[in-house]
């Protein structure tokens, strides 16, 4: 596609249940990024992709996060058990990752996640 | 692991004015430097970036300015326009991981 993807653009849930977040990267892009911006705050970065592998899964606030990649394309973000605290919109990025062009990211417009 | 300070959270300028945004980062191997505008409803989308082997780039009405020693590095928004009014966040680069800022609202009032 001619940009990154995200699915669904809002999702409201209810306490304890499981959530899984979607990212459609631009195609070619092996690099991957997921960040989390709470309301009128900054972006926090969460975890990072270079191609299906993870070698910086530091920014996870807890085991209920995890990440998985296919390939170089389709990212999943799961929060699992949410609590209220995980209200935020969950952003994700990609990027060449080739060189100094490959640190622009191109980013999606976000999931907003609701936790009732 | 890296840390970037940005400053002021709000801004608020005339039409025509300058805006200028500071932001400071803590850790000396940071070697790329970012802009991003985050417009209402959408993800952030760069503007401008800088390499540590640069001072300052310049983009139509836009500069970056970059002081390495001191680990400060600003944007600068001259003649503002009301389309300039939404969140900046600055960011600092090394390898592959990006590190924002907590980002600043500009307001332009026409």
């Known amino acids: 596609g001619a940009g990154v993807s995200q699915s669904p653009s809002n999702k409201v849930t209810e306490k304890g249940k499981d959530v899984e977040l979607r990212c459609d990267p631009i195609s070619g892009h092996t690099a991957l990024y997921w960040y989390r911006q709470r309301l009128g705050q900054g972006l926090e970065f969460l975890i990072y992709?270079?191609?299906?592998?993870?070698?910086?899964k530091s920014g996870l606030p807890s085991d209920r996060f995890s990440a998985e990649r296919t390939g170089e394309s389709v990212s999943t973000l799961t929060i699992q058990r949410t609590q209220q605290e995980d209200s935020a919109v969950y952003l994700c990025?990609?990027?060449?990752?080739?060189?100094?062009?490959?640190?622009?990211?191109?980013f999606g417009s976000g999931t907003q996640l609701s936790v009732l | 692991g890296e840390n970037v300070e940005q400053h002021p959270s709000t801004l608020s300028v005339q039409e025509g004015d300058s805006a200028v945004i500071k932001c400071t980062y803590s850790d000396s191997a940071s070697n790329y430097f970012p802009w991003y505008k985050q417009e209402l409803g959408k993800g952030p989308q760069l503007i401008i970036d800088?390499?540590?082997?640069?001072g300052e780039k310049k983009d139509q009405r836009i500069a970056v300015t970059l002081n390495k020693t001191a680990k400060h590095f600003s944007l600068h928004i001259t003649e503002t326009q009301p389309e300039d009014s939404a969140v900046y966040f600055c960011a600092a680069g090394g390898g592959f991981k990006t590190i924002f800022g907590a980002g600043t609202r500009l307001f332009v009032k026409a």
């Open positions: 992709f270079q191609g299906n592998s993870a070698p910086d």
């Open positions: 990025a990609s990027s060449l990752a080739l060189g100094v062009a490959g640190r622009k990211l191109f």
């Open positions: 800088i390499r540590s082997n640069v």
